[in-house]
């Protein structure tokens, strides 16, 4: 596609109930990422795949966090039982390749949890 | 850790009143760096990518410079629709993740 698109744009969910949030990266691109960017927060660094190397998955915050990536293209983030701290806003951006240069960013999920 | 701090944190500009926003950073091997505009309720938007010390790269009203230790954005002559928040973002050769600054918050005001 024309750039990283992000599925749903918003999203309310009930304390204690799962979520998966998907990312479609742009075509080609073999390295992506998932942050978190909370109110009057910096991005948070969640996640990284490159192409079909074991994921970094050393900024996940907790074990009810997961991603994966299905044939290096889509990933989903799925947020297990979730809590108040997870509300926030979760971007997804995709890159040419390891260390290949600048990341574009979706637009975002707006995740809201009541 | 690699570290990226921006200043100011925000900044009120008259339209035409030019100025730059700093981006300090600490990195083991600074692979790029990089200039972000977020807008409200949108994802980042990718500016400009730096690489070495010296190197300065524009595009319309906005030129971003490199050394060793910070990068600098300099916004010459803004205009209302410039109003955004600016990020900046290193990529170390020690791991594979951008380091983001909180942001500066420019509003440019007609």
């Known amino acids: 596609g024309a750039g990283v698109s992000q599925s749903p744009s918003n999203k309310v969910t009930e304390k204690g109930k799962d979520v998966e949030l998907r990312c479609d990266p742009i075509?080609?691109?073999?390295?992506l990422y998932w942050y978190r960017q909370s109110l009057g927060q910096g991005l948070e660094f969640l996640i990284y795949?490159?192409?079909?190397?074991?994921?970094?998955k050393s900024g996940l915050p907790s074990d009810r966090f997961s991603a994966e990536r299905t044939g290096g293209s889509v990933s989903t983030l799925t947020i297990q039982r979730t809590q108040q701290e997870d509300s926030a806003v979760y971007l997804c951006?995709?890159?040419?390749?390891?260390?290949?240069?600048?990341?574009?960013f979706g637009q975002g999920t707006r995740l809201t949890v009541v | 850790e690699d570290q990226v701090t921006q200043s100011p944190e925000a900044l009120r500009l008259q339209e035409g009143e030019s100025s730059s926003l700093n981006c300090s950073y600490t990195?083991?091997?600074?692979?790029?760096l990089f200039w972000y505009r977020q807008d409200p309720g949108k994802g980042p938007e990718f500016l400009f990518t730096?690489?070495?010390a010296g190197e300065e790269k524009e595009k319309e009203r906005l030129k971003a410079t490199l050394t060793k230790k910070e990068s600098f954005l300099h916004i010459t002559a803004p205009k209302p629709e410039d109003s955004a928040t600016y990020l900046c973002?290193?990529?170390?050769?020690?791991?594979?993740?951008?380091?983001f600054g909180t942001g500066t918050s420019l509003t440019v005001i007609p």
């Open positions: 951006a995709s890159s040419l390749g390891a260390g290949a240069g600048e990341a574009f």
């Open positions: 075509s080609g691109h073999t390295a």
């Open positions: 795949f490159q192409g079909n190397s074991a994921p970094d």
């Open positions: 990195v083991s091997g600074l692979r790029g």
């Open positions: 730096l690489y070495s």
């Open positions: 973002a290193v990529l170390s050769y020690a791991g594979n993740q951008f380091y």
